[in-house]
């Protein structure tokens, strides 16, 4: 008797908690989606400097206002934005560039 109370306890608690795994799943899996298309398009990369980026991908179309760098530990991130991506800058070298994405208030 005690070993089916169990097993139906069991099985309560993993059918109760499977929808929690559903969603981290799905956006797992449109994270790599998106990282696999930031691979195959042409964006600046990691390391090169902000002349650089000017010279092979053009002026950006916006420039972000700075964040950080009230100290050495949090050093001063400048953003780029171009139409089909933003970059990232830390001091004067690209740190990241990601795809631009519409946001969830977008129509």
Do not use: C
């Not at 089916?4 to 499977?18: D, F, G, M, P, V």
């Not at 990282?35 to 650089?52: A, S």
């Not at 000017?54 to 179309?61: D, H, I, M, N």
């Amino acid at each position: 008797m005690k070993r089916i109370a169990t097993s139906l306890i069991a099985a309560t608690l993993a059918l109760a908690s499977a929808p929690l795994l559903l969603p981290a799943t799905a956006h797992a899996e449109s994270l790599r989606v998106k990282v696999k298309q930031e691979q195959q398009y042409n964006m600046p990369k990691r390391g090169m400097t902000m002349d650089q980026v000017k010279r092979e991908y053009g002026a950006p179309l916006k420039v972000l206002a700075t964040r950080g760098g009230s100290s050495k530990h949090q050093p001063p991130i400048h953003r780029w934005e171009y139409s089909k991506y933003i970059v990232y800058f830390e001091y004067s070298h690209v740190i990241h560039s990601v795809l631009r994405t519409p946001g969830p208030h977008s129509l």
